[in-house]
């Protein structure tokens, strides 16, 4: 079974542009959650969704947003990039929004 | 959310126990523990959880205190593969995040 995809693997953006990352949870996984993980730190958690819902919203300002689609699949938006968004982003799906959760291999933002 | 206590770093030789200490004094009772481990380059990997008891799976075993205030992972053989940074998370029922720390970082010894 395919586990958690994520892309791009790795992007480049200027300060002030727009990214959106992908990202497709295993198969019947309804749940997806997206952490940003600078380097040096663990993962810290901006958002999951479940059912298409937005279930938690972590500490970060209104320029992140996601959705999840009709597929569970997620989009995750960064808007006005700052050098400070350079980091690992990581996806996790999970079958429940309280189960286990499953990571992605990430992609990797780099802002310059 | 309530906070784990990890040692930064950690060594131990290949094909021997590990076993990584986590402190989570302030654990509530429906807080469970999920231990997570992060390979090089990858994204964090579940690796097991409990609630009270003892557990164990094909990657590890999770001794729980009965005061709950600590728990220790426990890897029987350690490999090189194992090298990784190691988080110890609670997470209560229904929580929709998990808190990482810092982790232990685990360097193996060939």
């Known amino acids: 079974d395919a586990g958690v995809t994520q892309s791009p693997t790795h992007l480049i953006k200027t300060r002030g542009q727009h990214v959106t990352l992908r990202c497709s949870p295993i198969s019947g996984h309804k749940s997806v959650s997206w952490y940003q993980q600078v380097l040096g730190q663990g993962p810290q958690f901006i958002f999951q969704y479940y059912e298409k819902e937005e279930r938690g919203r972590g500490n970060f300002p209104d320029r992140f947003s996601a959705r999840q689609f009709p597929n569970y699949s997620s989009e995750l938006n960064v808007n006005a990039l700052l050098l400070g968004d350079s980091a690992l982003y990581l996806c996790?799906?999970?079958?429940?929004?309280?189960?286990?959760?499953?990571f992605g291999p990430g992609t990797r933002l780099t802002v310059l | 959310d309530a906070k784990t206590t990890q040692p930064n770093s950690m060594e131990s030789n290949e094909e021997e126990p590990v076993h990584l200490p986590c402190n989570h004094s302030?654990?509530?009772?429906?807080?469970?523990i999920h231990w997570y481990r992060q390979l090089p380059s990858q994204g964090p990997e579940y690796v097991i959880h409990g609630l009270t008891s003892n557990v164990n799976n094909r990657m590890a075993s999770l001794a729980i205190a009965e005061d709950r205030k600590s728990s220790t992972l426990i890897l029987h053989r350690a490999t090189l593969r194992d090298a990784a940074v190691y988080y110890c998370?609670?997470?209560?029922?229904?929580?929709?995040?998990?808190?990482f720390g810092t982790g232990t970082r685990l360097t193996v010894i060939p």
């Open positions: 998370i609670l997470s209560s029922t229904g929580a929709n995040n998990l808190f």
């Open positions: 302030t654990i509530s009772g429906t807080d469970y």
């Open positions: 996790a799906s999970s079958f429940f929004y309280a189960d286990t959760q499953y």
